[in-house]
Nanobody
């Protein structure tokens, strides 16, 4: 069974940076996609990023594309979300999701495309 472990969340002041990690294990597939999603109180889950093992297949939501970057370490099955210039509106629980044999779509980052989930990591940005 696929297991996802997120880490790197915490409390940071506006303008600061955090790097989230999503480590995946428990599978044998060498082709997959991992997305980052976030959910703030009173809001629906929002797609933040998607990256797959396919070359150059990665996307960021418009709301974060100028501040965040996403990368993958295929050897360690780990995806990183580097978050710079954080804003209070970035405050949310951040979840990573996994789907095997899948590549990210230019049309959007959708939670229903993922079939395994981590427990989430809290990101709080103070003003």
């Amino acid at each position: 069974e696929v297991q996802l472990v997120e880490s790197g969340g915490g409390l940071v002041q506006a303008g600061g940076s955090l790097r989230l990690s999503c480590a995946a294990s428990g599978f044998t597939a060498d082709a997959y996609a991992i997305g980052w999603f976030r959910q703030a109180p009173g809001k629906t889950r929002e797609g933040v990023s998607c990256i797959s093992t396919d070359v150059d297949n990665k996307y960021l939501a418009d709301s974060v594309k100028d501040r965040f970057t996403v990368s993958i370490d295929k050897a360690r099955n780990t995806v990183y979300l580097q978050m710079n210039n954080l804003k209070p509106e970035d405050t949310a629980v951040y979840y990573c999701g996994f789907r095997g044999h899948y590549y990210c779509s230019v049309y959007g980052i959708w939670d229903y495309n993922m079939n395994y989930w981590g427990q989430g990591t809290q990101v709080t940005v103070s003003s």
